[in-house]
């Protein structure tokens, strides 16, 4: 939970370094060493991981194209690490709604209609990439989340930077390689390039790119927002001891849909922030002390390839990058939420 001592500037710092970044523990996954899940073998068991399910490290099946996800029993704004946005001293202190800040489960309910429907294709080549999201919040800041309100989220592409970004960023590059949609990533954790705060993170699939939020209380049909980054992650909470120790993987949670929608518009009035310059409200994403943002992975670059493989591994770009929040003509928005209750289904494209 957030420090009294914090600035609301330092909050917000924090808060968004968490929400960010697929990071990939080392370049190499995608090919030595990368976390991917037996989608062939035993689904059901392996997606719908209870807290004492492990796994080790299996190959891919080549023919599980597409990851289906159904999702219910959303949370809004629980914690990650050391975010607590709405709680006592965050950006936006509600504290006759959020009582902790200590586990990702600890969010108040988005509603009893709240789920998730969405469809990930690796790499995105058929464009059947999409996803549909309802909540309710339980808070009111600004116009555009009222407290009792019930807001659609809709994916409408899985580019990078939007046409009205004030300043574009540089795709992050392990997710640049498969269009920023992919299937068994490793994401946040105890890593170099990382906040040791944040669980780590055992994705089936991630995304980033842009939503439209409307508003559909009673029926209305009202858009609020039609160009907000998002990004979105299937994963579990991996137990990193077991990792690091013995690369296995030993979930410590169910599965879970985590989805960000953030916009941070520059040289707009913002609630107990002020006006800030594009530079400024997309250094929170993450923040400029982050370690991730000028270092690799902990390798000693190149790795050579052991024999009788040949060639080596170069240094890989740094795992994390500046995101585009900053947008103008977009309002102030910033959502996160959980989706529990997950059925996550491998199929291939042509729905077999």
């Known amino acids: 939970m957030a420090s009294s001592k914090r600035s609301p500037e330092k909050i917000l710092g924090v808060i968004a370094s968490i929400f960010l970044l697929s990071f990939a523990i080392v370049a190499t ?9 037996a989608q062939g073998q035993d689904e059901n068991s392996m997606i719908n991981m209870s807290s004492t399910s492990s796994s080790i490290l299996p190959q891919p099946n080549a023919n599980g194209t597409l990851l289906k996800v159904e999702a219910s029993n959303g949370l809004f704004e629980p914690a990650a690490g050391l975010s607590n946005v709405f709680g006592p001293k965050g950006l936006f202190p509600f504290t006759d709604v959020f009582k902790c800040g200590d586990a990702l489960t600890c969010g108040v309910s988005a509603g009893n209609d709240s789920k998730f429907t969405g469809t990930f294709e690796q790499g995105n080549p058929n464009k059947m990439t999409g996803y549909e999201a309802t909540y309710t919040s339980p808070v009111t800041y600004g116009p555009h989340q009222i407290k009792g309100h019930t807001y659609k989220i809709t994916l409408t592409d899985t580019v990078w930077n939007s046409p009205d970004a004030a300043l574009p960023t540089k795709n992050a590059e392990f997710s640049e390689l498969v269009n920023n949609v992919g299937f068994n990533q490793i994401q946040h954790g105890a890593s170099h390039v990382d906040r040791s705060d944040v669980p780590q993170l055992s994705d089936l699939a991630f995304l980033y790119g842009h939503i439209k939020v409307t508003d559909i209380t009673n029926g209305n049909n009202t858009e609020v927002a039609k160009d ?30 985590l989805l960000f929608g953030v916009n941070i518009p520059n040289g707009v009035e913002l609630p107990g922030v002020g006006k800030l310059t594009a530079e400024k409200a997309q250094s929170f994403t993450p923040v400029s002390s982050d370690p991730s943002l000028k270092n690799p992975p902990q390798f000693s670059y190149p ?10 591994v170069k ?37 077999q």
């Open 303 to 312: 790795v050579k390839m052991d024999p009788p493989r040949e060639g080596d």
């Open 29 to 37: 996954t995608q090919g030595r060493s990368q976390l991917v899940f």
């Open 315 to 351: 240094e890989p770009a740094s795992q994390s990058v500046i995101w585009p929040v900053a947008n103008p003509k977009q309002p102030l928005y910033f959502t996160f939420l959980v989706f529990q209750n997950v059925d996550a289904k491998w199929t291939s494209a042509g729905g």
């Open 228 to 257: 907000i980054f998002t990004h979105v992650m299937v994963a579990h909470v991996m137990d990193e001891k077991a990792y690091y120790r013995n690369m296995r993987d030993e979930a410590k949670s169910p599965t879970l849909v």
